[in-house]
């Protein structure tokens, strides 16, 4: 795999357990979101809708990008791991417009049955338009933000499928953590070198986009990245190397690359699915036949390498869809020149994609509450639970279940912070907060933010 269980410093799922696992543990019970995001890019295109759904439960996401006319498209699917809906259609190179819709989704494997949601819906929205037998032209990809990252094993489904597609709307792409990218991260190629705490320097990242128009050509490049390479600007330079705090030290990437040759490949990453994969969208409204479409695919896909790197490896599944409305004739803009201007979008979408960390609370000499009313044990929505208590004076958890990163030894101290939140003495400084009704305590919260996982408490 690409990322073994053991690279946490131990097998973490050879953890002290506490106590069973909760006999729903494998359910899946979840519900659609639509949240307002905190940045998101505006654009004129109407020919395109936009929608994304979420459950918090995961958290995870849906992004589908609706072309009510049908659009003409393209495919470059590169690495070792790509998960594809329909991709292989788009692999004979028909020269007619055959697609409505692309999507792309968390939850490895198991998100690509909210590609299958939005035909569905398509197919529902066409026979109330009085076209029952009108069989929809829908291509997907996914990320794989399921496994060695959270204690939730809620995946995208059908029904997100559909809730996206039914919040979709033009001239709108919300930015960061969200929708697809919900749960996103990138980079691991430079945190698997920190000698103290991995996950501490394995930053989150989301879904990206940026849109030009010159003259009548409109080109918007939307991506989604979950890449074992790092995001890199353009003077070379790491873009975020710590998960939850914002650092100026971060190293240039040709220095974490001279420190990846050293290493031993890891070849079990292209055992099975891996952790890594960014997918992308490339829309124009320009007319050209899908021999150049299929060149622009195949040119933004490898100049990408500059934004990620390293690019497309065993354990990433990059692909990248290009798609045209085949509107306008633009001589001006000569088809190596739109590849250039492309290209350069990618880059910006890549660096958009970088989401905002929520505020890092403030440590306080003692809990602002009673310990005693927050020790308990809490279940997540998945085969996990965390046990809190209070040893030595001190309050302190216990994990057990599931593979994360968050706990990596039997016993982790809980620093108080203001109000009911809590930092993990570790590296990464993860907060819990304590959810209440009144005085009484009904939960806790990892996170609190856009990556936030939601436990009960339990008797």
């Avoid at 069973?20 to 659609?32: K, Y």
Wanted: charged share 20%.
């Amino acid at each position: 795999m690409a990322h073994p269980l053991s690279s946490y410093g131990a097998p973490l799922v050879a953890l002290v357990i506490m106590f069973g696992l909760p006999s729903s543990s494998m359910a899946q019970e979840a519900n659609a979101t639509l949240q307002t995001p905190d940045r998101q890019l505006t654009f004129d295109f109407p020919e395109m809708h936009v929608g994304v759904a979420e459950y918090d439960e995961g958290p995870t996401g849906t992004t589908v990008f609706y072309f009510p006319d049908s659009v003409k498209a393209a495919v470059d699917a590169r690495g070792g791991a790509p998960g594809t809906v329909n991709a292989a259609a788009l692999m004979n190179n028909y020269d007619r417009k055959m697609m409505e819709a692309v999507v792309f989704s968390g939850g490895s494997w198991y998100g690509l049955s909210a590609v299958t949601g939005v035909a569905n819906a398509i197919k529902e929205r066409k026979a109330e338009e009085g076209n029952p037998d009108f069989i929809a032209g829908v291509v997907g990809a996914i990320i794989n933000d399921f496994r060695w990252r959270k204690m939730s094993r809620v995946t995208p489904d059908d029904v997100l499928g559909q809730e996206a597609f039914a919040a979709a709307k033009p001239g709108w792409f919300p930015l960061g953590a969200r929708g697809a990218g919900r749960f996103a991260m990138q980079g691991y190629v430079v945190a698997q070198q920190s000698d103290t705490d991995i996950s501490a320097h394995w930053p989150h990242s989301g879904q990206g986009g940026a849109f030009r128009q010159i003259g009548q050509t409109k080109v918007g490049v939307f991506t989604v990245v979950n890449s074992f390479g790092a995001i890199v600007d353009r003077d070379g330079r790491v873009v975020r190397c710590a998960r939850n705090e914002l650092k100026s030290d971060c190293p240039l990437i040709s220095e974490s690359l001279g420190a990846l040759i050293q290493e031993a490949e890891d070849d079990a990453e292209t055992k099975g699915p891996t952790a890594n994969t960014t997918v992308t969208l490339v829309v124009t409204n320009r007319k050209m036949p899908i021999a150049d479409l299929q060149r622009l695919a195949k040119q933004v896909h490898g100049s990408m390498s500059r934004a990620i790197q390293p690019f497309a490896t065993g354990g990433d599944g990059d692909v990248l869809y290009a798609v045209t409305t085949d509107q306008v004739d633009d001589a001006d803009l000569s088809p190596r020149a739109l590849g250039v201007v492309v290209s350069e979008l990618a880059w910006d979408a890549v660096l958009a994609s970088v989401p905002d960390l929520p505020p890092v609370p403030v440590e306080s000499t003692s809990p602002s509450r009673e310990m005693d009313s927050v020790v308990g044990d809490y279940e997540f929505n998945g085969p996990a639970m965390l046990a809190i208590r209070i040893e030595g004076g001190k309050l302190v958890a216990r994990y057990g279940g599931a593979s994360q990163m968050y706990f990596s030894v039997p016993v982790h101290e809980l620093i108080p912070a203001e109000g009911d939140l809590f930092i993990v003495d570790r590296p990464a400084r993860d907060v819990i907060r304590f959810d209440r009704v009144g005085d009484h305590v009904t939960g806790l919260t990892m996170n609190p933010g856009p990556w936030a996982m939601k436990a009960e408490k339990v008797e």
